[in-house]
């Protein structure tokens, strides 16, 4: 699905998805991404959405965000919650969604101004 927004004062948008792809700023990214306003980690874990370590949120507690989308692929999937503790010491939030519901989520939230990271996994 293509993804069209009319004011993006230099911040990564997240222009279209796809099974297997999301294409930020009109490039295409495969593989596990962060996407951030002002930047972007690819590569973030090689994990799965059920393969999720704790290592892979203490990455994201480090970031300079308030809130975290994370998109689980197709369908939406919910870490366990043992593994969250590095987002709850961070007093960072979490939302858990299906990949397509959180590309769409980060657009309106950074659009906002909001300090949001979408973390996309892909099936």
């Not at 939030?93 to 590309?103: H, R």
Request: some cysteine; hydrophobic content about 40%; charged content about 20%.
């Amino acid at each position: 699905m293509k993804l069209k927004l009319a004011n993006t004062d230099g911040w990564n948008t997240i222009t279209a998805y796809g099974e297997g792809y999301v294409n930020v700023n009109g490039i295409r990214r495969q593989g596990n991404v962060v996407v951030l306003p002002d930047r972007l980690i690819d590569g973030w874990t090689q994990a799965g959405p059920g393969a999720l370590t704790v290592a892979d949120f203490e990455l994201l507690a480090g970031l300079d965000t308030e809130i975290f989308l994370l998109g689980t692929g197709s369908r939406q999937r919910f870490p366990g919650a043992h593994l969250l503790r590095p987002l709850i010491d961070a007093r960072k939030g979490l939302e858990t969604m299906d990949l397509p519901a959180a590309c769409r989520t980060y657009n309106v939230l950074a659009g906002e101004g909001r300090k949001v990271a979408a973390c996309l996994l892909f099936d």
